[in-house]
């Protein structure tokens, strides 16, 4: 506390004599005891709702904290702008390395049809090659 030290070091020694006689004029010297220790009662009950206060206003900032459930809120908003940016970075890296050799379909081979497949298959070989 600053304040009792800046306040003390305006009054010298004689002013502050002074000041206590004037107080024992004015109050006398039976009620000087009563009158310090009511004094005393005052400031012990007066920090003592400071401090409850300050411990009041901790208590309800954690109960805000977890009614809102912040952690959770966030990671749900950073889930769901994480999604459209993961689906745009795979679009882009897609058009950046398209081939188109490996883009075509390649026949289904069936039963049926694999030696009309394995023919289709050399042909799109050559193509690409060429």
């Known amino acids: 506390m600053i304040w009792p030290t ?3 070091n305006d009054v010298a020694g004689s002013e502050i004599l002074v000041i206590f006689l004037v107080i024992l004029l004015f109050f006398g010297s039976k009620s000087i005891p009563g009158i310090a ?18 411990q009041e206003i ?3 900032g954690g109960d805000i904290k977890g009614d809102l459930n912040l952690d959770s809120f966030l990671k749900e908003t ?9 689906q745009v970075f795979t ?3 897609n058009a950046v390395n ?4 490996l883009s075509t379909p390649r026949a289904v081979v069936t039963a049926g049809n694999a030696q009309q497949a394995e023919e289709n298959n050399k042909n799109e070989e ?3 090659n060429d």
């Open 6 to 8: 800046l306040f003390l």
């Open 126 to 128: 050559k193509k690409s």
């Open 91 to 93: 679009d882009v890296d």
């Open 78 to 86: 950073t889930e769901e702008i994480q999604r459209p940016l993961d």
């Open 58 to 60: 901790k208590n309800s």
């Open 37 to 54: 220790k009511s004094l005393g009662k005052a400031l012990f009950e007066f920090r003592n709702a400071t401090n409850e206060i300050k």
């Open 98 to 101: 398209y081939d188109p050799v």
